[in-house]
């Protein structure tokens, strides 16, 4: 049986994933059509959108049995637990920023940040493993998924929006 702080670490790891992806998504769709300023914003407001949605639904969804709505201190928390879903974009978008203050185009900025949220997509998988005690090929294996739902998101990106576009 789970206790709460692994439910809680388990439900911070997801929403961190589920960040890291949209963040990826956005950068692969948008990142070559808006400057990196506007596609910074476009991902930390989309992801706030959908974190509020998120946690939202949940809460309604678990106290319609019950018949009351949760307190002020449920609400803190479950939305403290699910925080990651935005703070994971923080990374890529600072690799963004920084490459386009750096002298690159707006472009590989975009690329230099979805290189990131691979990287992130891939330490996520692998520490996930790890705390579940995974070794050797099934560490392996997990980790694995990460890269390539991270390299999906690239083909795509190259194949779908810029080769058929």
Do not use: C, F
């Given at each position: 049986?789970l206790?709460?702080?692994?439910g809680?670490?388990?439900?911070r ?14 950068l692969?769709?948008?990142g070559s059509q808006l400057s990196?300023?506007a ?9 706030l959108?959908y ?11 678990e ?7 949760p307190g002020?201190r ?9 925080w990651p ?5 923080f990374?890529p978008l600072?690799?963004a920023l920084l ?6 185009s ?8 979805l ?14 493993g790890?705390a ?10 997990l980790?694995?998924v990460?890269?390539l ?11 779908v ?5």
């Open positions: 049986m206790t709460e702080s692994a809680r670490r388990g439900r790891r997801a929403a961190g994933i589920y960040g890291v992806v949209v963040t990826a998504a956005i692969t769709a948008a990196t300023a596609l910074t914003v476009a991902v930390v407001v989309t992801l959108v974190w509020v949605a998120e946690e939202y639904a949940e809460l309604l969804g106290h319609v049995v019950d018949g009351k709505l002020r449920q609400v803190r928390a479950e939305l403290l637990a699910t879903m935005v703070s994971a974009s990374g600072l690799v490459a386009r203050l750096a002298g690159t707006a472009v590989a900025a975009a690329n230099a940040g290189a990131a949220a691979v990287v992130l997509l891939v330490w996520h998988a692998w520490s996930a790890r579940a005690r995974l070794g050797g090929w099934p560490l392996v294996a980790t694995s990460g890269a739902l991270g390299i999906v998101m690239i083909l795509l990106k190259n194949v929006l810029v080769h058929l576009h």
